[in-house]
């Protein structure tokens, strides 16, 4: 397993995974909703991928942009062979600690 830090981990993972599926787990945010809701340092395993467009309506041109400015990376969520939970989802950057990319496995650290 290798070790790569948090600040360099987003310019990395869009180097590596460009469009092939990787693997990442992160914990849930601490907020009030997700309290109720019993997600409090609960982990989260998700495979997905970037750059895909399908599916796409309406999204802002610069959305690498603000992605970067609030720490979060856009991914298309892959389920499996039941494609009704497949969608695009944004996760914290500052939330995740591990990945697999291309069968390597990755610590995320501060």
């Not at 990319?101 to 995320?108: D, K, L």
Request: aromatic share 10%; with cysteine; charged share 35%.
């Amino acid at each position: 397993m290798l070790i790569i830090r948090r600040r360099n981990f987003e310019n990395f993972i869009r180097s590596k995974a460009d469009t092939q599926i990787f693997s990442v787990k992160f914990k849930y945010k601490d907020t009030v909703e997700n309290r109720k809701l019993g997600r409090v340092n609960h982990v989260r395993p998700m495979t997905c991928r970037l750059g895909v467009s399908a599916y796409v309506k309406g999204v802002e041109k610069d959305r690498n942009a603000t992605d970067k400015w609030h720490h979060v990376l856009t991914v298309y969520e892959m389920t499996g062979q039941d494609r009704k939970d497949e969608a695009y989802r944004r996760i914290n950057l500052e939330t995740i600690f591990w990945a697999k990319i291309g069968g390597i496995e990755y610590t995320v650290i501060d």
